[in-house]
């Protein structure tokens, strides 16, 4: 047999024997990486930092987040004026980073009225959530359950509203939070 009639491993592509396996072709040492990432991937995972220099899979390192995205300090946006069922007008403003949307604000005229606190949280949670996720669609920034907690703890408004409300049971799920208060969850 010369070296040409001896298949390639179709993963690593040496010329050495090789087995199916997985619906591979593949040479003995292929076969045991094959076999250890489909049962053992958090093994890998947890070995790979240790001996390569290089992220296994696309960088989602915590250390290296961001805490905030820099906008530019003016951005481009357009405003459109809509009405909703009960006739209320709203300005709804989209600010564009190289036409992508990155933020949005909504104003109306119960703004300025002050026994609307509430509706005016619960706006702000919708609006600061979207940006964020604007941001993570178009800008690529980090979405964290700590950026979500900022956002929605700075949306309310009042002690108990729904966003100060949402933070506190949202606060338990994380770990650097300062939300330290130990209510039983039943009562
Ligand atoms: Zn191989």
């Given at each position: 047999?010369?070296?040409?009639n001896i298949p390639c491993c179709e993963i690593c592509g040496a010329r050495?024997?090789?087995?199916?396996?997985?619906?591979?072709?593949?040479?003995?040492?292929?076969?045991?990486?094959?076999?250890?990432?489909?049962?053992?991937?958090?093994?890998?995972?947890?070995?790979?930092?240790?001996?390569?220099?290089?992220?296994?899979?696309?960088?989602?390192?915590?250390?290296?987040?961001?805490e905030e995205m820099e906008l530019p300090e003016v951005l481009d946006g357009?405003?459109?004026?809509?009405?909703?069922?009960?006739?209320?007008?709203?300005y709804l403003s989209v600010s564009e980073v190289d036409g992508k949307p990155?933020?949005?604000?909504?104003?109306?005229?119960?703004?300025?009225?002050?026994?609307?606190?509430?509706?005016?949280?619960?706006?702000?949670?919708?609006?600061?959530?979207?940006?964020?996720?604007?941001?993570?669609?178009?800008?690529?920034?980090?979405?964290?359950?700590?950026?979500?907690?900022?956002?929605?703890?700075?949306?309310?408004?009042?002690?108990?509203?729904?966003?100060?409300?949402?933070?506190?049971?949202?606060?338990?799920?994380?770990?650097?939070?300062?939300?330290?208060?130990?209510?039983?969850?039943?009562?």
């Amino acid at each position: 047999m010369t070296e040409h009639n001896i298949p390639c491993c179709e993963i690593c592509g040496a010329r050495k024997k090789t087995t199916q396996t997985g619906g591979f072709s593949a040479c003995a040492t292929c076969r045991v990486i094959h076999s250890n990432i489909k049962n053992h991937p958090e093994t890998i995972k947890k070995l790979w930092p240790e001996l390569q220099d290089e992220p296994i899979l696309p960088k989602r390192d915590p250390d290296q987040i961001q805490e905030e995205m820099e906008l530019p300090e003016v951005l481009d946006g357009k405003r459109y004026m809509t009405v909703d069922r009960e006739d209320n007008k709203w300005y709804l403003s989209v600010s564009e980073v190289d036409g992508k949307p990155v933020e949005v604000f909504a104003s109306t005229a119960f703004d300025r009225d002050h026994e609307l606190q509430s509706r005016i949280s619960n706006l702000t949670t919708i609006t600061r959530l979207i940006s964020l996720m604007l941001r993570h669609i178009f800008l690529n920034e980090p979405l964290t359950l700590q950026k979500c907690l900022k956002q929605i703890k700075r949306s309310s408004r009042q002690k108990d509203d729904l966003p100060d409300m949402l933070f506190g049971v949202l606060s338990r799920y994380s770990n650097t939070s300062t939300f330290t208060e130990k209510k039983d969850p039943t009562s």
